[in-house]
């Protein structure tokens, strides 16, 4: 849905390591705001293995149409019945899932409550259990 990115489905298929799920929405003004804040994460984080997804239930043209005026660096995830969002307890948005290599929460937040250096820490503690795991 988005240069360089792709749609993402579902965890299948998805290599291990730190997840940060942030819901969202075009008509969501703090959703909106948010956007610069999460865009300097990806960027400031791209070297780790972590992945970030931005994930509305909202229409594919939707999103597409809020994208030609809206940076987002993240990857694009559609959860068109919100499902997804209620499996974590998400009532409002923008709300951020942080998920662990092996699937468990670590964190539901708002996106400024992020801790830069608590994301570093998950994510090269994820990365030293996936190289353990596989015997490097």
Same mark, same amino acid.
Request: proline share 5%.
């Given at each position: 849905? =988005?240069?360089?990115?792709?749609?993402? +489905?579902? $965890?299948?298929?998805?290599?291990? =390591?730190?997840?940060?799920?942030?819901?969202?929405? %075009? $008509?969501?003004?703090?959703?909106? =705001?948010?956007?610069?804040?999460?865009?300097?994460?990806?960027?400031?984080?791209?070297?780790?293995?972590?992945?970030? &997804?931005?994930?509305? #239930?909202? #229409?594919? @043209?939707?999103?597409?149409?809020?994208? !030609?005026?809206?940076?987002?660096? /993240?990857?694009?995830?559609? #959860? %068109? #019945?919100?499902?997804?969002? !209620?499996?974590?307890?998400?009532? +409002?948005?923008? @709300? &951020?899932? &942080?998920?662990? @290599?092996? !699937? %468990? &929460?670590?964190?539901?937040? !708002?996106?400024?409550?992020?801790?830069?250096?608590?994301?570093?820490? $998950?994510?090269?503690?994820?990365?030293?259990? %996936?190289? /353990?795991?596989?015997?490097?």
């Amino acid at each position: 849905m =988005q240069s360089g990115e792709e749609l993402i +489905s579902g $965890w299948d298929g998805l290599a291990p =390591q730190l997840t940060v799920l942030e819901f969202w929405a %075009t $008509w969501c003004g703090p959703c909106t =705001q948010a956007l610069p804040h999460m865009n300097k994460l990806v960027e400031q984080l791209a070297p780790l293995p972590i992945r970030f &997804v931005s994930i509305t #239930d909202e #229409d594919r @043209a939707i999103v597409q149409g809020f994208l !030609r005026d809206h940076a987002i660096k /993240a990857a694009i995830g559609i #959860d %068109t #019945d919100g499902s997804m969002r !209620r499996s974590y307890g998400i009532n +409002s948005m923008p @709300a &951020v899932v &942080v998920i662990s @290599a092996h !699937r %468990t &929460v670590l964190q539901i937040a !708002r996106p400024h409550e992020l801790d830069i250096s608590q994301l570093k820490a $998950w994510a090269e503690a994820a990365q030293g259990s %996936t190289q /353990a795991s596989r015997g490097n």
